[in-house]
């Protein structure tokens, strides 16, 4: 599997590999004066400049602060300032609008995004070259750098391509852990760990749940490096790290957990007996003066919206508090290009086949990473997007990146060469074909109507404000009903008057709404009479 024939190495691979990743950052930045902030942007340069200005970080537990803080270092470098509204949406969209510069400053925060994207993209490489060869690494970049998902999400403010990155770097440095323990190694899977708590708390979940993924199939490996004291000590070394990362992000504050509401906290009091673990464990914590409690309180935030789910839609149904175990498995089908799934199932195939001969499962790791994320997202009550499964890309495109390699080695079919060349052209075109709508791409699998499948961030997130002014200028509308699924103030970007578009009252003259609200809010259904 190592390297192939022609493969470039040393500089040229370095160069080649500079070129894909300058390349996939230029198509990026190129979305920026297209859309305007999604649902989640201003919430996330709110929070950010909050901790930065004000030396806080008390808008809301639920994300941690490590992306937002680089999404806000942009607009305050350029003289951005919190203004103290309470409201972190009206605070975000006050930050956004200021001075008149919305474009200039959504750029600036969605900069900070990009050393997130380069990072996952290095180490796609790196680990690639570690396990498969520089061949499938350039291979790996290229497929992980020219993906809709990745490059969509990299190109909004928003947390989930920083966990991209940091989980990954926690997976790899895990997996060099496993191979040779040490302290040094500890400390580096430590402070990976700590960076990935503090991109997104999901983090607490994917982390462990992959870890034991890559524990099955490293099974065979025994290392004799390290007696049982060290191994100890190195394990310690990675605690104290991640610890430490994890409290600086929440810039070492102290204080008191409040996690249980009044009515918990009465009924608690009367309870003496029978708590679950969990119910113990939050009533145990509650009230205690800690180290980054909102940390905690963040953690009881996830448990809470697990348990009460979201609002969304998919595959033709309106869902609340239901789980539907297969959401990210077909959201991954319909959103990954085809040729990309199909390399992707091959090299699970070519690396299922030498399982036997693999003497320690290292090149089996990728893929095991990739379906331990997968798994961990299947009892996810919050079935609203790809995105929250989008670490599982870097991954599969090892994966597939091994795939094409064993097809182009020689003694494979005659047919392999022709197809591998045919899939790769495939990809390439559908990608660039997608440009500049990565966030709303979806393959052939999809047909015409993706909307029937999957809406929010998969599809209409809000972006859209400045091309509908465009549409509606050149057909000279100038009153509009809207329906609007975003964040943005649609008063602000060109639109003419405007009044809002109620659920359940059918009107005359321009209908605009988004796909969102017309598929995952009851009272729309009338306009499915009327053809777009």
Known sequence: MQGGPGAPHGPAAALLAFALVALAVARIVATYPVFNQTFDEPAHLAAGMEWLDRGRYAYEALHPPLARVAIAIGPRLSGVRST??????????????????????????????????????????????????????LVALGLFTTLPPTLGHAGVATTDMALVATLVAALYAFDRWLVRPSVARGVRLGLASGL?????????????????????????????????PSRLASAAACLAAASLVVWAGYRFEVGRVSILTDGERRQASHQ???????????????????????????????????AGGNAGYFLGERMHNRTVWYFFPVAVAVKSPLPFL????????????????????GRLVPAAAACGILFASLPSHVNIGVRHVLPLFPFLAMVAACGVVRL?????????????????????LSTSLAHPDYLASFNE???????????????????????????LRERGVTRLSLAYFGSADPARHGLPPVRKLEPHRPTTGWVAISVTKLRGRAGFDWLDAHRP
């Not at 003496?272 to 909102?294: C, E, F, I, K, Y």
């Not at 090299?347 to 001969?357: I, Q, Y």
């Not at 999809?446 to 509908?468: E, F, M, T, Y």
Request: aromatic share 8%; net charge positive.
């Open 84 to 137: 103290g509204e309470p409201n972190m949406w009206h605070e975000g969209n006050a930050l956004l609008y200021a001075g008149g510069s919305y474009e200039r400053t959504l750029a600036l925060a969605r900069f900070g995004v990009l050393p997130f994207f380069i990072a996952a993209a290095w180490l796609t490489w790196a680990w690639a070259r570690a396990v498969y060869g520089g061949a499938a690494a």
């Open 445 to 471: 699998l999809a047909a015409r109507n993706p909307d029937r499948i999957l809406v929010d961030s998969d599809l209409d997130w809000g972006q859209d404000l400045k091309r509908l002014a465009s549409a």
């Open 272 to 306: 003496a007996d029978g708590l679950g673990l969990v119910a113990a464990a939050r009533r145990a914590v509650d009230g205690r003066t800690l180290p980054a409690p909102r940390l905690v309180e963040g953690i009881e935030t996830l448990r809470r919206k697990q």
């Open 408 to 428: 182009w080695a020689p003694g494979a079919a005659r047919i392999a060469r022709p197809a591998v060349l045919a899939l790769l052209a495939w990809h390439v």
């Open 196 to 228: 990935a708590v503090l991109a997104k708390v999901s983090a607490l979940v994917f982390l462990p749940v992959t870890a034991l993924f890559v524990l099955a199939v490293r099974r065979r490996r025994r290392s004799a490096d390290g007696s049982a």
């Open 342 to 361: 199909i390399l992707a199932g091959v090299g699970l195939a070519c690396l299922a086949a030498a399982w036997r001969r693999d003497a320690d499962g």
